[in-house]
């Protein structure tokens, strides 16, 4: 069933006009009678079309209830640039799996050397494929692309989160089957392809960010994300 993001969408005023009505219309050919979700705030509502004319697709609303595809945890994912797309599949599949944000990270060993304002450019799109991937899985939010930030920065966002943990290749962190996993909210830290430079551990680690041992296997940037979110889903119980 197609389902719509609409945060303004009211319960007392069913509709949907502009983009949303010419996608239901035109790209998707749907008629009077035929079924839709519409997700306003985190709240699924189970519709079905009333009537159409050229911008502006009536509903009736069938039933509504709190989105079961979100997380009862919120998870920041503070990820360091990688190179090339890399970020869009980041995105798009920690999106999939649960991410509350994703914020994109500048660090000491990235390639790619993008500047604040470069970013800016490229949100756009980034944030079209997280919709994109939160329409695609159900999610009851679309999860926000942060601006660009320097480690520092992600620290001091990292701090004010209830669990927040960077994952780090060298010995000494503690594993990930020690992260509590009764925690409402949390960040994780992803190295890009060059990993971390020691000082930035240090930085993270006096904002009381813990680094985690994913084992002796070295993942790719882009897999050590996806592997770290769906443990953590699992441990919190988001994914059994």
Same mark, same amino acid.
């Given at each position: 069933?197609p389902?719509?993001?609409?945060?303004?969408?009211?319960?007392?005023?069913?509709?949907?006009?502009?983009?949303?009505?010419?996608?239901?219309?035109?790209?998707?050919?749907?008629?009077?009678g035929?079924?839709?979700?519409?997700?306003?705030?985190?709240?699924?509502?189970?519709?079905?079309?009333?009537?159409? #004319?050229?911008? #502006?697709?009536?509903?009736?609303?069938?039933?509504s209830?709190?989105?079961?595809?979100?997380?009862?945890?919120?998870?920041?994912?503070?990820?360091?640039?990688?190179?090339?797309?890399?970020?869009?599949?980041?995105?798009r599949?920690?999106?999939?799996?649960?991410?509350?944000?994703?914020?994109?990270?500048l #660090?000491?060993?990235?390639?790619?050397?993008?500047?604040?304002?470069?970013?800016?450019?490229?949100?756009?799109?980034?944030?079209?494929?997280?919709?994109?991937?939160?329409?695609?899985?159900?999610?009851?939010?679309?999860?926000?692309?942060?601006?660009?930030h320097t480690?520092?920065?992600?620290?001091?966002?990292?701090?004010?989160?209830?669990?927040?943990?960077?994952?780090?290749?060298?010995?000494?962190?503690?594993?990930?089957g020690?992260?509590?996993?009764?925690?409402?909210?949390?960040?994780?830290?992803?190295?890009?392809?060059?990993?971390?430079?020691?000082?930035?551990?240090?930085?993270?680690?006096?904002?009381?960010?813990?680094?985690?041992?994913?084992?002796?296997?070295?993942?790719?940037?882009?897999?050590?994300?996806?592997?770290?979110?769906?443990?953590?889903?699992?441990?919190?119980?988001?994914?059994?």
């Amino acid at each position: 069933m197609p389902k719509f993001f609409e945060d303004s969408f009211s319960p007392d005023a069913p509709y949907l006009n502009g983009e949303h009505a010419r996608h239901i219309g035109y790209a998707l050919r749907m008629r009077v009678g035929e079924k839709l979700t519409v997700c306003a705030c985190g709240i699924d509502y189970a519709c079905e079309i009333d009537e159409m #004319t050229a911008d #502006t697709v009536y509903l009736r609303i069938l039933s509504s209830e709190p989105c079961c595809a979100e997380p009862s945890v919120k998870v920041t994912l503070f990820q360091a640039l990688p190179k090339a797309d890399k970020l869009e599949l980041i995105i798009r599949k920690s999106v999939e799996l649960g991410a509350t944000e994703i914020v994109p990270v500048l #660090t000491k060993r990235c390639i790619s050397r993008m500047t604040p304002a470069e970013f800016e450019k490229k949100r756009v799109r980034l944030q079209k494929i997280a919709k994109e991937a939160a329409q695609q899985s159900g999610r009851g939010i679309i999860p926000e692309i942060a601006p660009l930030h320097t480690v520092a920065q992600a620290a001091n966002r990292m701090k004010t989160l209830d669990c927040s943990i960077v994952l780090y290749e060298a010995e000494g962190g503690i594993s990930f089957g020690d992260v509590p996993h009764d925690r409402s909210s949390y960040g994780m830290m992803v190295g890009a392809e060059g990993g971390f430079e020691p000082d930035e551990i240090e930085v993270l680690a006096s904002h009381g960010v813990q680094a985690v041992w994913l084992g002796r296997r070295i993942l790719r940037c882009e897999t050590a994300p996806l592997a770290a979110l769906s443990i953590l889903m699992f441990r919190t119980g988001n994914m059994n």
